[in-house]
């Protein structure tokens, strides 16, 4: 990115790369961590004797936290003259991410991503893995601001991404990512299966250094979608996990309060594991242990009319409001003049 994070600096410029002969690394944010990470990747492969990625991740992670530390305590200087540099500062957007790509010691083919941000003043990493082989799991990063979010992943909304062959999909939203203006470049992907690891798009060689103050990319937000299961053109179990501004929501298509609210579909905090619920029969807050806390219940009884419901888990205590029948506390119904 240039230095105002306002477009594409170079595209030339690569993204992912080999550590050895079946592992792989992408690498998402400043330039500095970047290339820090490949390198110290490629030595920890010999330094530890392995390339099982979810001991080279934590290994890795460990010693990016004091690259990214110190790098903050650069980037305060320009805080106040680039929105995004404070926003990171903030802790309102993301830092860095990057994902490692490879199988474990005992062979099982997955990945591990890493998203990096300052929580409280310190740097912190959040770590997600993937090694269900029954289920297509998609994980991206968008350097969008808060306002073009939508735009920036707007594939997520075609579900033909977990049907369609895996390159097509890559390649189609990789695609829609550069119509935002804030990624470009050819295609850089690479295939791990059960044949070994190849390249499908080799990155760009570059033809003219980068002079000046670049970044590689600038990350507001990760998103995460598991493939649903499709039975009979009916979509079922789909999730979609987004981190945006530091706020992670899951959002699901499954039965709540231990099934006995329904299908419907779920939205969840990670921060305190609360979730609203909706479904045809209302609209349910729910606590962490999935108590129900609330509820907005629409009844028609010739004109539409709202019931609503606060529950307390703790107590029992529950006031009820209802337009036809007044309100109701603990069952009792209350006189109101």
């Known amino acids: 990115m240039k230095l105002g994070f306002h477009g594409v600096a170079s595209d030339s410029a690569q993204k992912v790369f080999s550590v050895d002969s079946t592992t792989y690394l992408a690498v998402s944010g400043r330039l500095r961590t970047c290339n820090f990470q490949v390198q110290r990747a490629r030595e920890l492969v010999t330094e530890l004797g392995t390339s099982d990625i979810r001991v080279l991740g934590t290994a890795l992670a460990q010693e990016t936290i004091p690259c990214l530390t110190a790098l903050v305590e650069d980037m305060r200087a320009f805080q106040h003259r680039e929105e995004m540099i404070a926003h990171a500062i903030a802790g309102r957007s993301i830092l860095h991410a990057c994902i490692l790509v490879g199988r474990t010691s005992d062979g099982q083919l997955g990945m591990v991503s890493h998203a990096y941000q300052l929580v409280n003043g310190s740097v912190r ?71 070994g690891a190849r390249w499908i798009a080799e990155p760009p060689t570059p033809t003219t250094p980068l002079i000046g103050n670049f970044e590689t990319a600038t990350i507001t937000a990760t998103v995460s979608m598991v493939s649903p299961n499709i039975s009979g053109g009916t979509i079922v179990g789909a999730t979609l996990l987004l981190n945006t501004n530091g706020t992670i929501t899951s959002v699901n298509n499954q039965p709540a309060g231990g099934g006995t609210l329904g299908n419907g579909i779920s939205v969840k905090l990670a921060a305190n594991n609360q979730q609203v619920f909706i479904s045809p029969d209302g609209i349910w807050l729910l606590n962490s242990a999935g108590q129900v806390l609330g509820v907005l219940d629409v009844a028609v009884t010739g004109a539409p009319r ?32």
């Open 306 to 337: 709202g019931v609503f419901s606060v529950y307390n888990p703790a107590n029992g205590n529950s006031i009820l409001l209802d337009p036809d029948n007044g309100i109701f506390v603990n069952g009792v119904k209350m006189n109101v003049p």
């Open 125 to 195: 990493c959040t770590t997600e893995e993937y090694f269900d082989n029954t289920r297509r799991k998609i994980t991206a990063t968008s350097p969008a601001l808060p306002e073009n979010l939508s735009a920036s992943l707007a594939w997520t909304q075609d579900f033909t991404i977990f049907t369609d062959p895996p390159e097509s999909v890559i390649r189609r939203i990789l695609r829609d990512m550069r119509a935002t203006g804030l990624s470009g470049g050819p295609d850089q992907i690479v295939c791990i299966d059960s044949e």
